[in-house]
């Protein structure tokens, strides 16, 4: 929305609802804002087209599909050059663990979030995978105690 008009109030409200609750309906969403339904479909439809709202999605329980065990890993690579740093992450975005990935100012290099079903698969992806890349000059994993606060 770099070119048109700055957000206004109902907007910012439009995006509050949608963000608690991406599956209201239009009429639901105008109630809440205040608007009939119409002039809030436009207000979504122009949000969406100007690449405010990026998408929809369904937020999963990690437990339910195997994936219980989260790390956040720092890691430090060799590489300086555009092409070897392009190649890591290129390789590392492709591994179906990796739920976040990161490149970082100052150290470390990148941040990843890694999720798996347990300890042992945990192991795998850190052996078989991530220490094996010739880029990776440290790893450091960080197991989570408890999550306190997560967003979509």
Same mark, same amino acid.
């Given at each position: ?7 206004d ?39 969406? @087209? *100007?690449? #405010?709202? !990026?998408?929809?999605?369904? $937020? ?5 599909? &195997? /994936?219980?065990?989260e790390?956040l890993i ?14 890591? @992450? *290129?390789? #590392?975005? !492709?591994?179906?663990?990796? $739920? ?5 100012? &100052? /150290? ?17 992806f ?27």
């Amino acid at each position: 929305m770099s070119n048109e008009t700055p957000l206004d109030a109902i907007d910012r409200e439009i995006i509050f609802h949608l963000r608690q609750d991406g599956r209201l309906t239009n009429v639901e969403l105008a109630k809440r804002v205040g608007l009939t339904a119409p002039p809030c479909l436009r207000r979504v439809k122009r949000l969406e @087209e *100007s690449g #405010v709202i !990026a998408g929809y999605r369904a $937020v999963i329980d990690p437990e339910a599909v &195997g /994936r219980g065990l989260e790390v956040l890993i720092d890691v430090e690579i060799y590489a300086q050059d555009r092409k070897s740093f392009e190649e890591f @992450e *290129s390789i #590392v975005a !492709a591994f179906e663990e990796v $739920v976040e990935f990161r490149r970082m100012y &100052g /150290r470390p290099d990148y941040f990843i979030r890694v999720a798996v079903a347990d300890h042992a698969a945990y192991e795998a992806f850190l052996t078989g995978r991530l220490s094996g890349l010739p880029a990776v000059r440290r790893l450091e994993s960080h197991l989570t105690m408890k999550t306190i606060k997560t967003s979509p």
